[in-house]
T-cell receptor, first 115, second 114 residues
């Protein structure tokens, strides 16, 4: 089945620890994105990547880091510098046709709770 | 960042009723998207609109891309309990410099009473 997978579904972390969230896609999409969603709020963009070995900060990148070593994978690290990391994290990807971006497809999400 | 104006914020309806929600923007998009998100899950793409004036259906869902390219609406006919969720609109500027970034509405929370 083609799609986007995120793991784990639920993650608990102690304050002061870094944690890495996984995102994998087998849709052959060039672009990948990470969003944060807080209760009752919309989606805010953390980082995005247009192509392997390249990524850009989104609207709320502070306290997060990413890598894009493979086309299929775009892991997100929530560092101890992130002041309020408890949230629902969503990964998405989109394809391109002739240099134009198509709609984004989302993974099932990871709920991170900092204890 | 910019957000789209999505309304209403929430709706409480009886099963069988029709639902209408809309999104407006101060700037132009060349693609409008409608997503549904259920609790604890990622958003699922319902309908994508690519041309101004386009009217597209997906089962009981109908969406339109406004002529001005600054608005879109979503209608759900004959609602059923499984329609419950949060509906998001999103605008996309597909060109290269946009990097495919989406601009989202705040969401419409739909509750359907059996």
């Amino acid at each position: 089945d083609g799609g986007i997978t995120q793991s784990p579904k639920y993650l608990f972390r102690k304050e002061g620890q870094n944690v890495t969230l996984s995102c994998e896609q087998n849709l052959n999409h060039d672009a990948m994105y990470w969003y944060r969603q807080d209760p009752g709020q919309g989606l805010r963009l953390i980082y995005y990547s247009q192509i392997v070995n390249d990524f850009q900060k989104g609207d709320i990148a502070e306290g997060y880091s990413v890598s894009r070593e493979k086309k299929e994978s775009f892991p997100l690290t929530v560092t101890s510098a992130q002041k309020n990391p408890t949230a629902f994290y969503l990964c998405a990807s989109s394809g391109t046709v002739g240099g134009l971006y198509n709609e984004q497809f989302f993974g099932p999400g990871t709920r991170l709770t900092v204890l | 960042g910019q957000q789209l104006n999505q309304s209403p914020q929430s709706m409480f309806i009886q099963e069988g009723e029709d639902v209408s929600m809309n999104c407006t923007s101060s700037s132009i998009f060349n693609t409008w998207l409608w997503y549904k998100q259920e609790p604890g899950e990622g958003p699922v793409l319902l309908i994508a609109l690519y041309k101004a004036g386009e009217l597209t259906s997906n089962g009981r869902l109908t969406a339109q891309f406004g002529i001005t390219r600054k608005d879109s609406f979503l209608n759900i006919s004959a609602s059923i309990p499984s329609d419950v969720g949060i509906y998001f609109c999103a605008g996309l500027r597909a060109g290269g410099t946009s990097y495919g970034k989406l601009t989202f509405g705040q969401g419409t929370i739909l509750t359907v009473h059996p």
